[in-house]
């Protein structure tokens, strides 16, 4: 079998920059999405990473400002909680000379990251899979599971990284 340097596609293939990626984050959400699309950068599988937050408790109107869904609800905790993240993210975890941004958007989150990826002309829109617990199971039946929902409305490649079984394998390490 020969080898893949002698096929021009991967010769070129290596020559073209990254594509970017969406990486999809909330607010108390495991590192492992953000960690694994790190890794895939710096191995150069892809190119900036596009970290959005979706926050489903917002509108966004025609002008591009952010309003609560909830008029009675004007608390500043979800862009605390999206000022954290961003820092978080752009200031803790992501390596220097990791070509990253954050934003935070309004509305359906699967939406929400769709319009990301095609505003961004990204590649990919990476996921984690849902928390574990009866709440999260309860918001997920009657709001539907992200991934899925963006496998349906739009044509880009959907990557979901479970993070309920590495939780598990985490705190099985952590007892022993």
Do not use: C, K
């Amino acid at each position: 079998m020969s080898h893949p340097r002698h096929f021009p596609f991967f010769r070129e293939a290596r020559r073209r920059p990254a594509s970017a990626i969406i990486v999809g984050v909330v607010p108390g959400q495991p590192d492992l999405v953000a960690l694994t699309a790190i890794a895939w950068n710096q191995q150069g599988l892809v190119g900036r990473l596009h970290y959005v937050f979706v926050d489903p408790t917002m509108t966004e109107t025609p002008g591009g400002h952010m309003n609560p869904i909830d008029s009675d609800s004007l608390d500043e905790s979800g862009s605390t909680a999206a000022s954290e993240l961003s820092h978080r993210l752009l200031s803790e975890i992501t390596p220097a000379g990791v070509d990253a941004d954050f934003v935070r958007v309004a509305g359906d989150p699967a939406h929400g990251l769709s319009r990301e990826a095609r505003r961004t002309d990204s590649a990919a829109i990476v996921v984690g899979t849902r928390e574990r617990g009866p709440v999260a199971a309860l918001e997920e039946w009657m709001r539907g599971s992200v991934s899925v929902q963006l496998e349906h409305i739009q044509a880009r490649p959907v990557i979901v990284i479970p993070l309920a079984g590495r939780q598990r394998e985490d705190d099985q390490e952590t007892a022993r």
